[in-house]
């Protein structure tokens, strides 16, 4: 009798894990594609093979895109472990970005289930989605950390995940992303930061075309969303405002492997920043305590359809890397 009872718990045990391996090829298989973008960290374990940790840009969501009940938890702090939704909309280069966080089961459109993390602000609440570990063939981890371009410009590794109607995501593959960006800060005498030098570098094998809007507008200042301290309440003034129309002028072409660069004056008052109660002032004005990041962002391709590029435009949106006072993340 004790025989049979082992025997049917193993039996059970055997077929959960079925179960569960044979849902994950199911989703792998019929599930909807996105792009989540990324960075590889720490690309070996000893005790759990070679593998890449990841930590993706829609694993740290900003409070003000919290639902439900989560706006008022987010003012202090989320319990760890809280089931979550996280609502995506694709951007046209098929990477996804988390435009609400919900406890609620969406019952249309695009989502990740997840549950959050450990929380440390107010500011963003961090979430797992259960595919933040990549694992490779032994060996090739520190080989795909070693892959990344260096000198200065990040090019962005985007996993590829098939997502299942109830929001499983499970990973299919990787891409790196077909643009890097660099950035190298202009300081005063006090190290605090007046301007920026951007690069641009196309880390893909065809050639394309980048937009380059007059006085830096196809760039903008954002808040560091991905800290979960030391981050003040700056704005950028220019959040919002409308953008001169593309023409031919603006675009460049890029090679394979081809960089170019664009400087930002961050003294003109297009470029200040403000917080509430606080009148606009330059970034160096700041002082130490604000984390910013600059998004490249050209104009859509509704927007560029009357171009005619020498080379396809990228229209995705890059990040780089954060930056305080003179110094950078």
């Known amino acids: 009798m004790r025989m049979w009872l082992v025997v049917a718990v ?7 894990l079925a179960f569960m391996a044979g849902s994950r090829e199911w989703i792998r298989r019929y599930g909807r594609t996105v792009y989540l973008r990324t960075a590889p ?8 093979g070679d593998y890449v ?5 829609a694993g740290h969501v900003r409070t003000n895109l919290c639902r439900d009940v989560l706006p008022t938890a987010a003012q202090g702090r989320v319990r760890r472990g809280t089931e979550v939704y996280a609502g995506l909309r694709l951007r046209e280069d098929g990477t996804a970005d988390v435009q609400s966080l919900t406890t609620t089961r969406p019952e249309t459109g695009l989502f990740l289930h997840g549950r959050t993390d450990n929380y440390y602000s107010g500011r963003q609440v961090p979430v797992r989605y259960g595919v933040e570990a990549y ?12 892959a990344r371009p260096r000198d200065g410009v990040q090019v962005p590794l985007e996993m590829e995940l098939a997502v299942s109607p109830s929001g499983t995501a499970v990973i299919k593959g990787h891409r790196w992303g077909p643009l890097g960006i660099g950035i190298a800060l202009q300081a005063d005498t006090n190290r605090l930061t007046r301007g920026v ?7 893909s094998t065809q050639a394309l075309s980048i937009v380059d809007l007059p006085a830096g507008r196809s760039f903008r200042l954002e808040p560091d969303a991905l800290r979960e301290w ?7 003034v220019g959040a919002g405002e409308p953008r001169p129309a593309p023409d031919a002028s603006a675009l460049r072409v890029l090679k394979p492997g081809e960089s170019c660069t664009v400087t930002l004056d961050f003294t003109q008052p297009e470029w200040y920043v403000v917080k ?10 700041t002082g130490w305590s604000g984390w910013f ?22 229209h995705g949106e890059l990040l780089s890397r954060a930056f305080s006072g003179g110094r950078v993340d």
Do not use: H, M
């Open 53 to 57: 940790r990841l930590d993706y840009e």
């Open 230 to 236: 030391g981050n003040d309440d700056w704005r950028w």
């Open 10 to 16: 193993v039996a059970a045990q055997l077929g959960v």
């Open 197 to 203: 030098v951007v690069t641009l570098q196309n880390a």
């Open 41 to 48: 960290v720490d690309p070996r374990d000893a005790f759990r």
């Open 276 to 285: 509430a109660g606080d009148k606009p002032k330059p970034l160096a004005g």
């Open 135 to 146: 694992f490779v063939q032994q060996g090739q981890g520190s080989e795909l950390e070693r």
């Open 293 to 314: 990041r600059l998004v490249y962002a050209p104009p859509t391709a509704a927007e560029c359809a009357a171009l005619q590029p020498a080379a396809p435009i990228w």
